[in-house]
């Protein structure tokens, strides 16, 4: 098979640019955040993004939601055997993603998480008992001492 007929999206370019630049400036990239704590709120989430994206209920396997000493707001770490029960939000865009990132500040770390949807999901969303990847937002600390408990949202 002849390798030039057969170039690769990268390779392409359209008016001096590359293919795939060309598909990402024409095609928003929507996200979805797993939330555990505070987010949880949808008037804080309307109050940092303007508006509340579609959701869904969710838990998150291997982690555990901890109460921090001296405020308000819970962290999760990876914990065999934990669940935590939190929710899905859709179709963020990058912005928005930049919003949470400053919201979450410094003590947490975005990375890719998978939970699992529940009943009483809301909107159009995948189908209860789906695994969907995410990004959440995990305690950077894992050892920290002021970490006990469990967090509840009330």
Do not use: C
Request: proline share 6%; no cysteine; glycine share 8%.
């Amino acid at each position: 098979q002849d390798r030039r007929r057969a170039p690769l999206l990268n390779n392409w370019v359209v008016r001096g640019r590359a293919m795939a630049d060309v598909l990402s400036l024409s095609i928003p990239s929507l996200r979805n955040v797993f939330v555990y704590g505070t987010l949880l709120s949808d008037e804080v989430v309307s109050i940092i993004l303007k508006r509340v994206p579609p959701s869904a209920l969710a838990v998150l396997p291997g982690f555990h939601r901890y109460s921090i000493k001296g405020r308000v707001y819970p962290a999760i770490i990876p914990l065999e055997g934990g669940n935590v029960k939190g929710k899905i939000f859709y179709q963020l865009t990058d912005e928005e993603l930049a919003l949470l990132d400053q919201f979450e500040d410094g003590e947490y770390n975005r990375q890719i998480v998978q939970p699992f949807l529940l009943n009483g999901t809301e909107q159009m969303v995948p189908e209860a008992g789906s695994l969907v990847q995410a990004y959440t937002y995990i305690w950077a600390d894992s050892s920290d001492s002021n970490l006990f408990g469990d967090w509840d949202y009330q």
